[in-house]
């Protein structure tokens, strides 16, 4: 951090808001389960900023797990390479627009009622961390000739002899493209990275790519939520849902039971909405189902969570596929019911969009 020039040590002002820090410990692996670093970062402890005063703007666009499939599916269709490179120490390269001030961290000599750190860059958990480490990595690839989408600013690309796509998530960089070791230069010329050339693992999903195929799958995390909830005897069933369920809202009797239960019901369809946004969409309609009783739910949604645990349990080794072919393409379909909702009598409509 001292070599990045991250803080400048400057005297003591009783003016100051000082922030303490925590040494946090972690790992990271290639592959999930498998690790293959072990780090030590030095944070901020941000939950002691106040709005307006420490920092003005946090807000950073959410990244969209389908501009990632849509370009996956796109790259397999037109063989094009889809690598991936991890920017070293993003958040410690990226300026900051308001000063901040930490007391010394521990293993840093000094006099602590003397003298403590003034930050010119971020460090991880500062409230306005990720926004300046995106806006930081976006100024140098609009300097690139790279264009952000309007619909996703996360996903950018850059038009010429040889197109460039790019999906970026805080560190890490998802690259489409024919030619990608000019881009790698460039990058590298800013900032220190980490060349995993074939993309193989980026948010929490696996990505296997073999012969213009492109696979995604999370057998691992679907595995350890089996195991969580001891689900891994249980029997099998094909459908997430049962056929013609209904859900409606728990009386304070039901409420009473479910709360015997002890269970978080929130974080639980928390847990399977993460798949049903990654690479089980047919998981979508009963996780908006149960999601419309998060407070009131009742022992019926439970088992309904449960329900959708017991297909996992059949299908936790599938995936989704693209690419197998050079044509490139959307299909739509769409269905709905006719007041299906027995408790408000409104219609239900659905819609699946394919695009390989």
């Not at 000082?18 to 040494?23: S, W, Y």
């Not at 920017?87 to 410690?92: D, S, T």
């Not at 930081?136 to 996903?155: E, I, Q, S």
């Not at 369809?269 to 009783?293: C, W």
């Amino acid at each position: 951090m001292e070599k990045l020039k991250v803080w400048d040590v400057v005297d003591l002002n009783s003016s100051y808001r000082l922030f303490g820090t925590t040494l946090v410990f972690t790992t990271k692996g290639k592959h999930l389960g498998e690790i293959t670093e072990h780090k030590a970062c030095l944070c901020a402890q941000g939950f002691t900023q106040t709005a307006g005063i420490d920092f003005e703007r946090t807000y950073s666009s959410t990244r969209r797990l389908n501009s990632l499939r849509t370009l996956i599916a796109y790259a397999a269709s037109k063989n094009l390479l889809f690598h991936q490179i991890d920017v070293k120490n993003g958040f410690l390269n990226a300026p900051l627009s308001k000063t901040v001030y930490l007391s010394l961290p521990q293993g840093v000599k000094g006099d602590k009622q003397k003298i403590c750190l003034c930050l010119s860059k971020a460090i991880y958990r500062l409230k306005q961390a990720p926004l300046a480490c995106y806006q930081r990595l976006k100024r140098l690839l609009m300097d690139l000739g790279f264009t952000a989408c309007v619909l996703d600013p996360y996903v950018l690309y850059q038009n010429g002899d040889h197109p460039l796509w790019l999906y970026v998530h805080v560190e890490n960089i998802a690259i489409f493209g024919k030619e990608v070791k000019v881009f790698k230069t460039q990058i590298a010329s800013e900032f220190q990275i980490k060349d995993i050339e074939a993309a193989d693992l980026m948010l929490g999903v696996k990505i296997s790519q073999d012969g213009g195929c492109v696979t995604l799958d999370q057998q691992h995390y679907t595995e350890s939520l089996i195991e969580l909830y001891g689900m891994g005897d249980c029997p099998l069933v094909s459908t997430p849902l049962v056929p013609n369920s209904h859900f409606e809202w728990a009386t304070l009797e039901e409420m009473a039971k479910f709360d015997s239960l002890q269970v978080s019901y929130q974080s639980d369809i928390g847990s399977i909405n993460y798949l049903s946004t990654a690479t089980f969409p047919e998981l979508s309609f009963v996780v908006s189902s149960l999601s419309q009783f998060l407070d009131r739910p009742s022992i019926k949604h439970w088992q309904g969570f449960l329900h959708v645990l017991r297909y996992l349990n059949g299908s936790q080794d599938l995936g989704l596929t693209y690419g197998g072919g050079n044509q490139c393409g959307i299909l739509a379909y769409s269905d709905a019911d006719w007041g299906n909702c027995q408790t408000t009598q409104q219609s239900i409509t659905g819609f699946l969009a394919c695009f390989n």
